[in-house]
């Protein structure tokens, strides 16, 4: 009687007997060869020289740098350019009282009689424009959190260089351009008043003082 490893090799022979010859693979075509450079422009025909000069055009300059101006040219710029926005808003007249669009018509009369208290008080005497525009952006910033009225002193102008007053002028025009300013009145009566009472707009929630 035959074990069961001979049966497994009798078995193992009738199958690779059975099971079909591995087809063969077909040969890889050969790589064509390069064409001769002679043979591909051999009925070329070179140009007969026509005894001419071509001469080469010259290269164009480089542009040449601009100068440079220095560090006077650049304060000069920097001096030009806060004097914009001053040159923007200064009026040629004086503006006695200002009230923004959409305001009660009651809210000068009542500022002018002392309805909301001065909370607090920026003196401009000895200023220069430049000076007193970020000293007067800085006061209203910070006097918002106090209370809604301040007092601003500019100054009657009366010693300014041809009689004409130029605070007075700035600052009034300053204050009617600032979102924050809701109106304005001269403190003192008669038309030559060196100071202002100014109405400022509630700060919103979340606003601190820095």
């Known amino acids: 009687m035959k074990t069961f490893k001979d049966s497994l090799k009798g078995l193992r022979q009738s199958l690779r007997q059975a099971a079909p010859p591995r087809a063969a693979t077909p040969p890889q075509p050969a790589a064509p060869e390069e064409p001769d450079f002679r043979q591909l422009f051999g009925d070329v025909k070179p140009l007969k020289p026509d005894n001419r000069h071509h001469p080469q055009r010259p290269k164009p300059k480089p542009r040449p740098r601009k100068p440079s101006q220095g560090p006077a040219a650049?304060?000069?710029?920097?001096?030009?350019?806060?004097?914009?926005?001053?040159?923007?808003?200064?009026?040629?007249?004086?503006?006695?009282?200002?009230?923004?669009?959409?305001?009660p018509s009651a809210t000068l009369k009542r500022l002018r009689q002392g309805n909301w208290p001065v909370c607090a008080?920026?003196?401009?005497?000895?200023?220069?424009?430049?000076?007193?525009?970020?000293?007067l952006a800085l006061f209203i910033h910070r006097a918002r959190s106090r209370g809604q009225c301040v007092k601003v002193i500019h100054g009657k102008g009366f010693g300014s260089p041809q009689g004409e007053p130029v605070l007075k002028k700035l600052v009034r025009s300053w204050l009617q351009h600032h979102p924050d300013v809701l109106a304005f009145c001269e403190a003192e009566t008669g038309g030559h008043s060196g100071s202002l009472l100014v109405l400022l707009r509630r700060p919103a929630s979340g606003d601190t003082d820095d």
């Open 74 to 103: 650049h304060a000069l710029k920097g001096q030009e350019i806060p004097q914009h926005p001053i040159g923007w808003f200064e009026p040629p007249e004086l503006l006695h009282q200002f009230a923004r669009p959409g305001m």
């Open 121 to 135: 008080q920026l003196d401009l005497h000895g200023y220069t424009r430049h000076q007193a525009q970020d000293a």
